[in-house]
């Protein structure tokens, strides 16, 4: 059943050129891709539009972390459920499709996170259904390995602003927006080094 949802997911999919090409025609139209059309997710995709384009100019892997990615050799498709007003997905797609681009073998999908329930189910299971979320298949679309939703040093920051003030404030989303400004994807890199180093998913 499991692997039904996830072949049936990859056939709803989109490249990355794709996903950012509807996230521009969805900022230039004030509008987001699941049922929150509210002015905070409708603001949020316009301000993701331009974050992606501004990454995509500026972002660079280093090689010392390149050669962890190069050392995946067996194929693997990296399948994200996403969301044109997620913030973390923003900083992290560029990021995932940077690596894909050069190494032989990755094929990066994204696939909305409301279009399918099932896999929401499947994959969103932490309460909070925190996105984006990438699921990592070999060859026969097993999945390897999971990932996300955001890299833990944003996780780190989020948990002890909570404790420290019991809630998320706009303070503190504003901060977290300068801060993944000037990160410019850097400590998801380092995660992402960390899981491509495993065991499980460089296929050693």
Known sequence: MANKIIEDSIQKSLSYKAYTELVKQLAS??????????????NFTKLNASRMRRLDKTLVIP????????????????????????????????VLNKICEVVPGLDLRI??????PELMDLFLTDGTRSIPK???????????????????????MVAAYKSQNGKIDDAF????????????????????????????????
């Open 29 to 42: 139209g004030r509008k987001t891709t699941g049922p929150e059309q509210t002015e905070v997710h409708i």
């Open 111 to 116: 696939v909305m996170r409301d279009e399918n």
């Open 134 to 156: 990438l699921i990592i298949l070999d060859n026969e679309l097993n999945v390897a390995h999971t990932w996300g939703p955001r890299s833990r040093t944003a996780a780190n």
């Open 63 to 94: 090689e010392k972390a390149m050669r962890s990615f190069k050392n995946i050799d067996k194929k693997q498709t990296w399948l994200v459920i996403m969301e044109s007003w997620c913030a973390d997905g923003a900083q992290t797609i560029p």
């Open 173 to 204: 989303k504003e901060f977290l927006q300068v801060w993944y400004n000037k990160d410019k994807g850097t400590a998801i890199i380092e995660d992402l080094v960390e899981l491509a180093e495993s065991r499980m998913v460089a296929g050693k």
